[in-house]
C-alpha cells in the first residue's frame, strides 16, 4: 500500500510560479509511473502530467505544455511539478497518482492508477 501525500498549493497570483511536491511512503516507490492530475469545481478529474519509473520519460496534457515540469527523485521518494505562468484556469485541486502500469488514452497514461493521494487546491486569482 502506498500512501502519497500532496504539498505545496496555495494563492497565487497569474504569472506566478508554482512547485507541488508529492512524498510517497509504503512501497518501492521505483515501481511505480507517477501522474499529476487536476479537478477544478464543476468539472472531471483531468490529466496534468506524468513522468516514467526511471524519470526519463514525460508526458504533459496540451493546455499545460511549456509550462510545467514534472520530476521525480526515486532517492527521495519524491515526484514534483514545477508551473509556471500560471493562469486563472490552473485553478483546481491537484493529486498526484502511483500506477505499475497505467492505460494509454488519447496518447497519453491517463487511466490505471493504483494510488492517490489527498490533493492540494492551488487558487490562481488576482
Known amino acids: 500500500q502506498v500512501q502519497l501525500v500532496e504539498s505545496g498549493g496555495g494563492l497565487m497570483q497569474p504569472g506566478d510560479s508554482l512547485r507541488l511536491s508529492c512524498a510517497a511512503s509504503g512501497g518501492t516507490f521505483s515501481r511505480y509511473d507517477m501522474g499529476w492530475f487536476r479537478q477544478a469545481p464543476g468539472k472531471d478529474r483531468e490529466f496534468v502530467a506524468a513522468?516514467?519509473?526511471?524519470?526519463?520519460?514525460?508526458y504533459y496534457t496540451d493546455s499545460v505544455k511549456g509550462r510545467c515540469t514534472i520530476s521525480r527523485d526515486n532517492a527521495k521518494n519524491t515526484v514534483s511539478l514545477q508551473m509556471n505562468s500560471l493562469k486563472p484556469e490552473d485553478t483546481a485541486v491537484y493529486y498526484c497518482a502511483a500506477g505499475v502500469q497505467p492505460y494509454w488514452r488519447d496518447g497519453l497514461p491517463k487511466t490505471g492508477y493504483d494510488y492517490w493521494g489527498q490533493g492540494t487546491q492551488v487558487t490562481v486569482s488576482s
Open positions: 513522468i516514467t519509473k526511471s524519470g526519463r520519460t514525460t
